[in-house]
């Protein structure tokens, strides 16, 4: 069974389109992450939600809105695509409690969503 | 905020022998962890190893150790007996307590090549 899971796993759409990438972990982890890595690898935290509530927001364009249904999902959607988006995006998630608690600090990662947008 | 610097973007090393990949980090913060992640082509990130700050005892994992120097802020990653499926992207990574959430700052990468 996977872990952390999202869909698709490749993205490819035009420029101005909306689109929205799913993640789903079955590990029954309180937080929640995106991260993105650009074209030169490079991976940046974007948002983290603990039991479906916003406590990470770095310094992403207001096009980017993540939704937490629940503490299982994280979806992220993007409005108004534009060329500098493409990229690769990971969700992850983690338990919460005592970072000093044994495994707790450890992040799973998805297989990743590579967006290509043209 | 934190930074993490991995000096050297690419590397390669010869099967069966043994590699260090280096990396140090900024931060102000005294409790901590660091890890090591890989990427390979798959593009999925896997946990390698992690290092707890207060730990003085350096942390390893099979064929992997690092080398952890608090007051140097240093945290080298030593793989030993390299073998093809070594070769990866390695990323560095510090992570911060910040209330719930464990907020990961990543290095931008050694890209490691193990040669037959």
């Known amino acids: 069974d996977t872990a952390v899971s999202q869909t698709p796993k490749y993205l490819v759409t035009q420029m101005g389109n909306d689109k929205s990438i799913k993640c789903e972990q079955n590990l029954g982890h309180d937080t929640m992450y995106w991260y993105k890595q650009d074209s030169k690898k490079f991976l940046k935290i974007m948002f983290s939600?603990?039991?479906?509530?916003?406590?990470i927001n770095e310094t992403v364009p207001n096009r980017f809105s993540p939704k937490s249904p629940d503490k299982a999902h994280l979806n992220l959607h993007i409005n108004s695509l534009e060329l500098g988006d493409s990229a690769v995006y990971f969700c992850a998630s983690s338990p919460s409690g005592s970072l000093w608690s044994g495994t707790k600090n450890i992040q799973y990662f998805g297989a990743g969503t590579r967006l290509s947008v043209l | 905020a934190q930074t993490v610097t991995q000096s050297q973007p690419e590397m390669s090393v010869q099967e069966a022998e043994t590699v260090t990949l280096s990396c140090t980090y900024d931060t102000s913060e005294n409790n901590y962890y660091l890890f090591w992640y890989k990427q390979p082509p798959s593009r999925q990130m896997i946990l390698v190893i992690r290092q707890e700050a207060y730990k003085q005892q350096n942390a390893t994992e099979n064929r992997f150790s690092v080398n952890f120097q608090k007051a140097a802020k240093s945290f080298s990653l030593k793989i030993s007996d390299s073998q093809l499926g070594d070769t990866a992207m390695y990323f560095c990574a510090f992570m911060k307590h910040t209330g719930s959430a464990r907020q990961l700052t990543f290095g931008s990468g050694t890209q490691l090549t193990v040669l037959p």
């Open positions: 939600y603990n039991n479906k509530e916003l406590i």
